[in-house]
Structure formats: C-alpha cells, structure tokens
C-alpha cells in the first residue's frame, strides 16, 4: 500500500523567505511523485513530478523538490516566497502500474507581507 | 484550448434529490476520475475509469454511481442514498501510458444540499 504524509496543515512564512512544504511518501516499490497547487475554489494544478532520473525535480513558479529515497521524503521549496504563492499544496504518490493516485491531506501556505 | 470542462460551478439541491455532476475533457486522455475534497481531508477517490464502457469503485463510492459511454465524458450522480453529500468535486482526467501518469483537474462542482 501507498500512502503520503504532509507535515504541517498549515504554514506561514514571511514574503521574501525560504518556503519548505514536507511531504513523507511509504512506498514497497518505487513511486512517482508529485505536487500539486489548489487556488481557492480551483481545481488542481501540477508543479512538478518525479519519475525517474535526476533527484531535484525543478517545476513552475520557482518551486523545487528533492527526492530523497533514504528518507522517503519528497520536500517542496522555493527560496523566496511571494504573495501570489499563498494556496494549499498537495502531495501525491503512485506506485508503479497502479492507476490510483494517493494524495496528502493538504498544506495551506500562507504568506505574510 | 485543450481542458477539463466541469458544470456547473456551484449547484444547489434538495436533500433526497439526485443530482448529476458533469465533466467534459478533450485531452483525448484515456483515464478519468472523480474526487472528493472537504476540509482538512485532502482528496478522496470516489470512481475512475481506465476505457470506456468500465469503471472502478474507489475508497468512497457509496451513494455515488458514474458512467463512461464516451471517451471524453465521465458524469457522476450523487445520489439520495449519499449521507453527507455536501462537498467540492473535482474530476481528472490522465493518460496512464506515459510516463508519471499526472492527473489534469477541472475547475470542481461546489455542491450543497440542504
């Protein structure tokens, strides 16, 4: 079984500094991950995803993630928050040959001016 | 404009009532789906669908049922029989045969039955 666990509900950070979202994936196989953004009343839009290759996957908006199989973690990060990057962040894991995808209950960002 | 198509945005019923939520994709994506988001639960996979003419229950299918008669429409209806239908609906549509399988998302049905 699959599953993804995001570390903090709600987190807020000042505009300007570092944003670091955590994300802990369980996986018997090697999984494919993902992050997603949500907008208010939006529905969801894919950042970045990790299949196989280089472990720093670079997506839209300035935000990065490291896969780091040791630590079964998948943080998102980007160096220099900005207003327009308060929304909520979801986390997602499949594994191989499965067509369901595993979400995280959520992080909401918050950026304070 | 290549997409997901979700309608309407929000959509107000009668408890008892059924009610049908639809959505459209021209992404000439072969797998579609259909979540359920309420607060602080993150999303939940009520069906999907890998071809047309099958779909599969996911972790909350009870009171929901769906159809898949056309490659690009995936309409769910939420049923009399759902306790606590009030919710945000999202559907996604991917192509499972390339690599990841990212789902692309709608804009989401806002239902409330009151």
């Known amino acids: 079984a699959q599953s993804v666990t995001q570390l903090g509900s709600h987190v807020s950070v000042s505009e300007g500094a570092l944003v670091l979202l955590r994300c802990n994936y369980s996986?018997?196989?090697?999984?494919?991950l993902f992050w997603y953004v949500q907008y208010p009343n939006q529905g969801l839009q894919l950042l970045l995803k990790?299949?196989?290759?280089?472990?720093l996957v670079k997506g839209i908006n300035g935000f990065e993630a490291e896969f780091k199989k040791s630590e079964t973690s998948f943080h998102l990060t980007k160096p220099s928050a900005h207003m327009s990057d308060a929304a909520e962040y979801f986390c997602?894991?499949?594994?191989?040959?499965?067509?369901?995808?595993?979400f995280g209950i959520g992080t909401k960002l918050q950026v304070i001016p | 404009d290549g997409g997901i198509t979700q309608s309407p945005k929000y959509l107000f019923r009668k408890e008892g009532q059924n009610v049908t939520l639809s959505c459209e994709q021209n992404?000439?994506?072969?797998?579609m789906y259909w979540y359920r988001q309420d607060p602080g639960q993150g999303l939940r996979l009520i069906y999907y669908?890998?071809?047309?003419?099958?779909?599969q229950k996911g972790d909350i299918a009870e009171g929901y049922s769906v159809s898949r008669e056309k490659k690009e429409s995936f309409p769910l209806t939420v049923t009399s029989a759902q306790k606590n239908p009030t919710a945000f609906y999202l559907c996604?549509?991917?192509?499972?045969?390339?690599?990841?399988?990212?789902?692309?998302f709608g804009p989401g049905t806002r239902l409330t039955v009151t």
């Open positions: 996604a549509s991917s192509n499972p045969g390339t690599g990841g399988n990212e789902q692309y």
């Open positions: 996986s018997s196989v090697p999984p494919y």
């Open positions: 990790y299949t196989t290759g280089a472990t």
């Open positions: 997602a894991v499949i594994t191989g040959g499965y067509q369901k995808v595993t």
């Open positions: 992404l000439n994506h072969d797998a």
């Open positions: 669908s890998q071809i047309v003419n099958d779909f």
